[in-house]
């Protein structure tokens, strides 16, 4: 970037830091939420819920068949990673 542009985008550095800050935060809620290790870690609860009999049969498999879809999905996405 050079003198001139640098100075003259410099009232739109807010807007930039804010769209920087927005990707960051929306980057570590996907991780947190739809990253394939965050999925298995749901399945674990599930798993232990099903065992404590916090769950029924069905209602584990409702779960199951829904988190081994976004964990198909977010591995296809990511390439396969975590």
């Keep these: 970037m050079g003198l001139f542009t640098g100075i003259a985008t410099l009232p739109l550095a807010p807007v ?11 980057e570590e809620a996907w991780q947190q939420e739809f990253s394939p290790a965050a999925i298995r870690q749901k399945l674990r609860i599930a798993q232990r819920e099903l065992e404590e009999g916090l769950l029924t049969e069905s209602q584990y498999d409702e779960i199951e068949d829904q988190l081994v879809e976004q964990l198909v999905a977010a591995q296809r996405e990511g390439g396969g990673t975590t």
């Design 16 to 26: 930039r830091l804010v769209g920087w800050v927005a990707g960051v935060l929306a």
